[in-house]
Structures are given as structure tokens and as C-alpha cells.
């Protein structure tokens, strides 16, 4: 069988691509290349260093004329007809056939996959062109709902989606969750040619799930991140106890920060002491998720990595006044301890991170630069806001250190001023006390309301 590979990246930067149909095999010629030379040197090798061969394959080559191959070496600006002279001569007389791989499909322009008018499109013109040719296959390289995935192609095998969203959708959560347990058995299974079940591998049972749910926690969908992480866990297992036991939560647990250290290793000092900045934070708020407007081009270095290795991804993109809302990834959560569930019904931060004890958390913390400022000043502690008068503007704060302190609003940062202050709120300030008024309690400054 003849190969030939077509590499649409190299293209897709062309000027006035795909003016008429004759550009189809002008970018055969420009892409390729799909030069004679270089196959004629390979048949005249091959019958050189094999002079014994006698397969009908190299028989049809021997019989091709000299003055039929100057002819392909002199074609610059090969076409369709091209490849019908080339296969007839050198294909079809042992029966070939010819396969064109087409790689990277989606990456030129959307117009020629679409036509204005609602005519056939080049695109189509030119697989159909391919497809009445009965010893020709071909091999597509599209992404699935991208532009270029518009043809009634004959898919062999099921077409599975391989992303979806189990963090905000219960639904798909459970189905992901079998999926999970199904593809540990398959692998198993075919490693090791015995029938087995995930239980045998891993810590889990009917009732205890919370190890698979890490892992459906940390693909996120993503199967490919699934199948990564499960590699990654086994590992960890195997250097604590060589095989000798099953693979433990603790082990997948590893597995996650070890992502996230690999993750980080990714950046520059500087742009991992930001991140610090904004894990902190974060953590100061109860959360993995906030906004941060206008800082979209500070952001996107976290957020345009593949989807294995992005320490940000965008959760909702901002659209009018509604910002974008951004959240770490979850096995970077875990490396650097971020809450990422709360106690059902509370706002506890669950430590198992279970969504059988627990739930994802929804809030979303309201980042500035003025909040960034404030998570580098030492010697803020936190505390309960136990009563608060509005209309004087004045109220108790029960301190972490055990220590009561007076609030008022005129001491919150600028950037939480328009937050309610009322009973049981968390707050983060710095202690301030008079000199020489001992009977006083202490004042809440640099308040950041949480």
C-alpha cells in the first residue's frame, strides 16, 4: 500500500486559500511534497539491494517506463489525474491500493468548509473527488464539532464523547463514576489476561467509593486526564509496597499532588509566587473559585496549557458585566490544600472531598489588587463577627487568638465596602490597639470581609 500524508497546518496560512477548484491541486504541489523524485529513488534502491525480488509489486515498478518517470519528476504541479496515472501504473497492477491521510483537517479556514451559498464546499468537493476513485482510502484527522466535522463519513466502531462535566452535573457524575471502575477492568484484564474486578486492584467498595471519586474529581471528564492519573496512582502504589497490596486512597492522593508539582514545574519563579498569591487568597475565602477583572492577560498563562497541565481553567466566561470565573485544578488544589467541598448543608470545609459526605463548592471569591496586597501583610488573623450595629457602625469580633475586638466600616479595605457586615461573618483584619487605653478592646483595621 502507497501512503501519502497531507499536513493541513502547513497551509492553513496561505493567502486567498482556496479561491477556485484549481487551488486544490496547486496545494497538493505547494504542501507535500508529493515528489516523484523521492519515490523513484526508493523503487530503484530497493531493486538494486534486492535484485532477487520478484514480487508483483516491483515487477509493475521495473516495467514502468524511463520516459513515464522523467515525466513524474518533471511534473511540478501534480493533480487528481496525477495520482489516476501514478496508481494505474504502479498500484493496480498488483492489486494496491492507496491511502491519503489527511492530518490536522481543522486547522485551515472555516471557509473552506462552508460555502456562502449553500453549495457543496471545497472541502466536499475534494473528499468526493477521492471516494470515486475505488483504490483510494482515506484517513481523516478531525476534531469532533469542529467546522471540518460536517461529512457523512463511515465511522467504524461506537462514537464516544470523551469529555463531560461530572463537577456540575450529578447526572453525568454517576455515569462517569461506572465508567471509572469499567476502565480499570478493562485494562487490567487485558494486561494481565484474567477477568477481574476494580476491587481487586483498588481500595473500594459498594459502599466506599471515595477513592474513585478522586479520580472522577480530578479528570474532570476528561478521559485521557483519567487514564493518566490511574497510571500515576498505580505507581505510587507500587513504590510503597512493591504489589504486595492494592492501591490506597493515600496513593492516589500522592499521585494528585505529584500532578500538581509537575504542573508548577511548568512556570517561572515569578509566575509561581503569583500563583501563591492566589492560592492564598483563595484559601483565605473558603475556595477554589473567583473572579479577577481585567486581569484576563495575567491569567491566561495558567489557563492555555493542555487540559492536563492547566493550573487555572475558566469555569464561565465573562460576558457584558458578568466577569469570568476561573477555578484551580483539582489536582492542584490538593497539592496545595485549596478547599474544594464543603460539608453538606454547612459551610465546613469537608477534608474527605467526598460528594457522598460533602458538596463541590459554588462560592466565589471577589479578587483585586488591592485583596492581593492585603494576603502579604503580616500579622492579620481571622474572626467571627458576633454582633454588629448598622446604624452606628459598630460591632464585636471574636477573634481566632480567643482575644474580642472592636469593627466598624469605616476600617474595611476598599474593595469589600460594599459587602454586608453582619453576625457569624468570617473577617480577616489586622489587631490595632490604643496606646495607654488598656480597658479598651482592640480595633479590627485593614478588615477584609470573607
Not at 498569591?277 to 475556595?287: A, M
Amino acid at each position: 500500500m502507497i501512503m501519502l500524508r497531507f499536513h493541513w497546518k502547513a497551509i492553513s496560512s496561505l493567502p486567498g486559500l482556496w479561491p477556485n477548484s484549481k487551488a486544490i491541486d496547486k496545494v497538493l504541489s505547494d504542501l507535500h511534497k508529493l515528489t516523484a523524485d523521492e519515490y523513484v529513488e526508493t523503487i530503484s534502491n530497493s531493486l538494486t539491494g534486492n535484485g532477487g525480488i520478484t514480487s508483483n509489486f516491483f515487477n509493475a515498478c521495473a516495467e514502468y517506463s524511463n520516459g513515464k518517470v522523467q515525466e513524474l519528476k518533471r511534473d511540478d504541479v501534480p493533480s487528481f489525474q496525477w495520482i489516476v496515472n501514478a496508481c494505474e501504473t504502479l498500484v493496480i497492477p498488483f492489486g494496491g491500493k492507496l491511502l491519503i491521510l489527511l492530518d490536522e483537517v481543522g486547522s485551515i479556514s472555516k471557509s473552506f468548509f462552508k460555502s456562502d451559498n449553500n453549495s457543496e464546499s471545497l472541502f466536499e468537493t475534494l473528499l468526493n473527488q477521492l471516494r470515486t476513485l475505488p483504490y483510494v482510502r482515506t484517513k481523516i484527522a478531525v476534531y469532533p464539532h469542529s467546522v471540518s466535522d460536517i461529512l457523512p463519513e463511515t465511522r467504524y466502531g461506537d462514537c464516544i464523547e470523551l469529555e463531560c462535566d461530572p463537577v456540575n452535573n450529578l447526572t453525568q457524575y454517576g455515569s462517569f463514576l461506572s465508567k471509572v471502575a469499567s476502565l480499570i477492568e478493562r485494562y487490567i484484564e487485558k494486561e494481565a489476561e484474567i477477568k477481574c474486578h476494580a476491587e481487586d486492584v483498588f481500595e473500594i467498595t459498594v459502599q466506599n467509593q471515595i477513592l474513585l471519586e478522586q479520580l472522577v474529581n480530578a479528570s474532570e471528564g476528561n478521559m485521557r486526564r483519567l487514564v493518566h492519573i490511574l497510571d500515576m496512582s498505580m505507581d505510587e502504589a507500587y513504590k510503597r509496597c512493591q504489589g504486595r497490596d492494592k492501591v490506597s486512597l493515600h496513593d492516589v492522593l500522592e499521585a494528585l499532588k505529584r500532578q500538581g508539582i509537575d504542573m508548577e514545574s511548568l512556570y517561572q519563579d515569578s509566575d509561581i509566587d503569583y500563583l501563591n498569591r492566589l492560592v492564598k487568597v483563595c484559601k483565605n475565602r473558603s475556595t477554589y473559585r473567583f473572579t479577577f477583572p481585567n486581569k484576563a492577560n495575567t491569567i491566561i498563562k495558567y489557563t492555555n496549557r493542555s487540559a492536563e497541565y492547566n493550573i487555572i481553567n475558566i469555569r464561565q466566561a465573562g460576558t457584558g458585566r458578568q466577569g469570568t470565573i476561573y477555578s484551580f485544578d483539582y489536582a492542584y488544589c490538593v497539592y496545595k490544600d485549596l478547599p474544594t467541598h464543603y460539608v453538606k448543608g454547612s459551610e465546613k470545609i469537608d477534608r474527605t472531598r467526598s460528594n457522598e459526605e460533602g458538596e463541590p463548592i459554588r462560592r466565589v471569591a471577589q479578587l483585586s489588587d488591592e485583596v492581593l496586597l492585603q494576603s502579604e501583610i503580616h500579622g492579620k488573623i481571622e474572626g467571627t463577627i458576633q454582633q454588629y450595629n448598622s446604624k452606628d457602625d459598630w460591632g464585636i469580633v471574636q477573634g481566632d487568638d480567643g482575644k474580642g475586638y472592636f469593627i466598624s466600616r469605616e476600617f474595611v479595605i476598599e474593595s469589600d465596602r460594599k459587602k454586608p457586615i453582619r453576625p457569624e461573618a468570617r473577617i480577616r483584619f489586622l489587631p490595632f490597639s490604643l496606646s495607654g487605653e488598656k480597658a479598651t478592646l482592640p480595633f479590627c483595621t485593614e478588615i477584609e470581609i470573607l
